[in-house]
């Protein structure tokens, strides 16, 4: 309920701890900017954070976010906001999937320059390998439910991306923007030490 949330984020709060909220549906987050209206909600991603009073470190590595298109947008942004509050820089690259391969080779000086680099795509869910073979960082894959024909809500691009050809590829959950940015901070924050 929002009230349950609410009061998991107040206790968080009051133990000086960050409060990073995933999959937020309007009900919640409608209760939430009303009784707190400085959190940072993002409606995209789904996202409701509240980082603790005082002074953050400054961010460290860098996460790029690829999306192959416009759908997987909301998984994407999920793991921005996510790499955000863990504290790494984080870029976003939408809308490059291999249908148009040229939109992503425009991206190398981008892909070069990562420490991680998350990769959202459904429908055959081929983008994470081929970013994999551009780069020379982990690929941390995230299959996601949107698209349409025989995707099977997700389950064919995870297959795929379980058979990248790229040895830098690893793959979470099925629309895990939230794993995927969590593991690609920690990698950047290490990596920039």
Same mark, same amino acid.
């Given at each position: ?28 987050? &409608? ?13 995209? &991603? ?8 005082? #002074? ?34 984080? #870029? ?16 190398? #000086? ?84």
């Amino acid at each position: 309920t929002p009230e349950w949330v609410e009061g998991v984020a107040l206790q968080l709060i009051e133990a000086k701890q960050d409060c990073l909220g995933t999959r937020v549906n309007d009900v919640q987050a &409608a209760h939430l900017a009303k009784c707190l209206p400085l959190a940072q909600q993002d409606r995209l &991603a789904r996202t409701f954070w509240v980082p603790t009073s005082g #002074e953050r470190p400054p961010a460290q590595g860098k996460v790029l976010v690829i999306t192959a298109g416009t759908g997987d947008l909301p998984i994407a942004q999920e793991a921005v906001v996510t790499a955000r509050a863990i504290g790494a820089n984080v #870029e976003l690259v939408a809308d490059v999937g291999v249908a148009g391969i040229h939109r992503l080779l425009r991206q190398r #000086e981008r892909i070069a320059t990562a420490d991680a680099i998350v990769v959202a795509a459904g429908m055959d869910g081929a983008l994470p390998s081929v970013v994999g073979g551009l780069a020379d960082c982990p690929v941390i894959a995230v299959p996601t439910s949107i698209g349409y024909g025989a995707a099977f809500s997700g389950v064919a691009p995870l297959l795929t991306m379980l058979n990248a050809c790229s040895a830098n590829v690893t793959v979470v959950n099925i629309d895990a923007g939230f794993k995927a940015g969590y593991v690609a901070a920690l990698i950047a924050r290490r990596t920039a030490v």
